[in-house]
T-cell receptor, first 113, second 115 residues
Framework: DSGVTQTPKHLITATGQRVTLRCSPRSGDLSVYWYQQSLDQGLQFLIQYYNGEERAKGNILERFSAQQFPDLHSELNLSSLELGDSALYFC????????????FGEGSRLTVL | SQELEQSPQSLIVQEGKNLTINCTSSKTLYGLYWYKQKYGEGLIFLMMLQKGGEEKSHEKITAKLDEKKQQSSLHITASQPSHAGIYLCGADIGDYGGSQGNLIFGKGTKLSVKP
């Protein structure tokens, strides 16, 4: 158990819909990362927050947004969903903003029909 | 373009055999990270290598970073079914012009160990 909690574990929705994925980092970790994993693209970095502030952006679509709240949990919002958004979405956390030792949650599997 | 290339893509070995997975970067790395993922689960951090020529071991897994810091290998000795999974190498995006602290990953090597 990494200490990172993600909900929901599975989500099935239709094209055009909007979903919110939630992440609680490990106790004491200030940095939260979101990654998307698909068969064709592999594991892609989406966005990072550190202590409530956006720190870095990766390959995140404009239809996606995220935030980190004062209690350090984070949410990833995915809107106007397309079939190609079906993937496993991981949240990871770390103590500081610049470390490669990340603790990953078990992921939220999104299926868009 | 894929910055980290892993080989092989998949590997099936008999229990007890040794194996090696390689990770090659197009640029010199500040840090190279190895993670393991069981199917459909999150990644687990294995090791971090930062210095050229560095070698680290944990139980039966040894990782090395070459002197030029562009290639790393992960070696498993006397493989066991518990070693099965997907092994991914990761590098700091800062090495590729991005913001440090975020990782890019290779596409992974799927390891199966036959009992």
């Amino acid at each position: 158990d990494s200490g990172v909690t993600q909900t929901p574990k599975h989500l099935i929705t239709a094209t055009g819909q909007r979903v919110t994925l939630r992440c609680s980092p490990r106790s004491g970790d200030l940095s939260v990362y979101w990654y998307q994993q698909s068969l064709d693209q592999g594991l892609q970095f989406l966005i990072q927050y550190y202590n409530g502030e956006e720190r870095a952006k990766g390959n995140i679509l404009e239809r996606f947004s995220a935030q980190q709240f004062p209690d350090l949990h984070s949410e990833l919002n995915l809107s106007s969903l397309e079939l190609g958004d079906s993937a496993l979405y991981f949240c990871a956390s770390s103590v500081g903003p610049s470390t490669g030792e990340l603790f990953f949650g078990e992921g939220s599997r999104l299926t868009v029909l | 373009s894929q910055e980290l290339e892993q080989s092989p893509q998949s590997l099936i070995v008999q229990e007890g055999k040794n194996l090696t997975i390689n990770c090659t970067s197009s640029k010199t790395l500040y840090g190279l990270y190895w993670y393991k993922q069981k199917y459909g689960e999150g990644l687990i951090f294995l090791m971090m290598l930062q210095k050229g020529g560095e070698e680290k071991s944990h139980e039966k897994i040894t990782a090395k970073l070459d002197e030029k810091k562009q290639q790393s290998s992960l070696h498993i000795t006397a493989s066991q079914p518990s070693h099965a999974g997907i092994y991914l190498c990761g590098a700091d995006i800062g090495d590729y012009g991005g913001s440090q602290g975020n990782l890019i990953f290779g596409k992974g090597t799927k390891l199966s160990v036959k009992p």
